[in-house]
């Protein structure tokens, strides 16, 4: 297994592809039955009122405190935290722009398009990364990380950092508003 070959302390950067992400358990939502929303909520042993409908049911518990992924579990039990990504952001982890940069290889060196010939030029380029390009890659993702922070919260604060609300007000009147922006709204 994987885990043993990692250190207790070590820190796994994960997306949250479907195959990372299994739960533990399945967590109830409105597609379920109400009885099995009422039994689960009881094995759990939360207080619920039999009258109440699925959409009360579900608000009786935090769901990410019963949304526990399998990997996640399994690394914490090795001594192992999981870090995972936010979705959409594969900029944020190492491997991915590794991973274009092998690609990218096989890409510009196949001439056959044959199994064989990409299996060999997989290994090519997997053999040019070397600790110089996984140094660049960790060094472009802290980049974009505190691009990310710079960013974070842009719509909340001034440059001064005194609060900024975001009102919308919605009025019956649109004389304001010209025809041409409503076409393109498809109001």
Request: net charge negative; glycine share 4%; charged share 30%.
């Amino acid at each position: 297994m994987v885990l043993d070959k990692i250190l207790p302390g070590s820190v796994i950067v994960m997306d949250n592809a479907p195959y990372h992400s299994r739960q533990l358990e399945r967590v109830p939502n409105m597609s379920w039955r109400k009885d099995a929303i009422q039994e689960w909520l009881r094995s759990k042993n939360i207080a619920f009122e039999t009258r109440e409908i699925k959409a009360q049911l579900l608000t009786k518990f935090d769901k990410k405190k019963y949304v526990l992924k399998y990997v996640d579990e399994l690394a914490a039990s090795k001594g192992v935290t999981v870090l995972r990504l936010p979705p959409y952001h594969c900029e944020l982890n190492p491997i991915e722009l590794i991973w274009a940069q092998v690609k990218s290889y096989v890409g510009r060196n196949n001439k056959s398009f044959k199994m064989a010939e990409i299996k060999t030029l997989l290994n090519e380029g997997f053999a040019r990364i070397g600790a110089k390009q996984w140094s660049k890659c960790v060094n472009h993702v802290l980049k974009e990380e505190e691009e990310l922070k710079k960013l974070d919260g842009i719509l909340d604060t001034t440059s001064d950092d005194t609060v900024v609300p975001l009102i919308i007000a919605v009025t019956g009147d649109t004389s304001d508003s010209d025809d041409d922006e409503d076409e393109d709204l498809n109001l």
